[in-house]
């Protein structure tokens, strides 16, 4: 069975400064990995996605996530914060094909950016 | 933004009414999904489907039943709504094949369900 874990309930940063929302995930075949950003009375906003190849993605609103296999990991990524990314954010995973189709996610993360 | 929908966005709704959320996208996607959310959770998912007259059962156990008569359309429907049914119910759809699980999910802006 896959999973998600992110270890952070909820991550403060001033504005300005770099964040990191932790992902850590379980497969058992090859990890397609998902960051998606919920605003308050919101569905779900799509950020980035890691399938293959370069292991530094780039998404929306200048995130970016790194995958590290040996870690099993999948931080997301901005160099400089804003007020407006405050917010929860979920990752999720799917397996290689052949698995069930619907996304796993983990608990969220609330961030918090103070001004 | 993906054109995916959902109404009602909240239901107040008494025990034992029968209810039925829609949710319908504009993008022409066959794969699409329900997803069970409580405020602040992680979201679990409940249906989904490949398209026309397709459904499955997702990993959480759901007594809400779903139908896919049309591409555009999956809406979700409890016989007789209770008190823990209450929760965020969220729809969304892709452009991926069954079997192929590399496409991204777009997600509709949920409906807020209260039974009291």
């Known amino acids: 069975a896959q999973s998600v874990a992110q270890p952070e309930d909820q991550v403060n940063v001033a504005e300005g400064n770099p964040l990191t929302v932790k992902c850590t995930y379980s497969?058992?075949?090859?990890?397609?990995l998902f960051w998606y950003v919920q605003y308050p009375n919101r569905g779900l906003q799509f950020l980035l996605k890691?399938?293959?190849?370069?292991?530094l993605v780039k998404g929306s609103y200048g995130f970016e996530a790194e995958f590290n296999k040996s870690q099993t990991s999948f931080h997301l990524k901005k160099p400089s914060a804003l007020v407006s990314d405050s917010a929860l954010y979920f990752c999720?995973?799917?397996?290689?094909?052949?698995?069930?189709?619907?996304?796993?996610f983990g608990k969220g993360t609330h961030l918090i950016i103070q001004p | 933004e993906a054109d995916i929908y959902q109404t009602p966005r909240y239901l107040v709704i008494g025990t034992g009414k029968k209810i039925t959320l829609e949710c319908s996208q504009t993008m022409g996607h066959d794969k699409m999904y329900w997803y069970q959310q409580d405020p602040g959770m992680e979201l679990h998912l409940i249906h989904y489907s490949y398209g026309v007259n397709s459904t499955e059962k997702g990993d959480l156990s759901s007594e809400s039943t779903v139908s896919r008569i049309r591409t555009e359309h999956f809406p979700l429907t409890l016989e007789s709504a209770r008190p823990s049914h209450t929760s965020q119910y969220l729809c969304a759809s892709s452009d991926g094949l069954a079997g192929v699980n590399t496409d991204t999910q777009y997600f509709g802006p949920g409906t807020r369900l209260t039974v009291l």
């Open positions: 890691y399938i293959t190849g370069d292991n």
């Open positions: 497969v058992s075949g090859n990890p397609y």
């Open positions: 999720a995973v799917r397996d290689s094909p052949g698995g069930a189709d619907g996304l796993t």
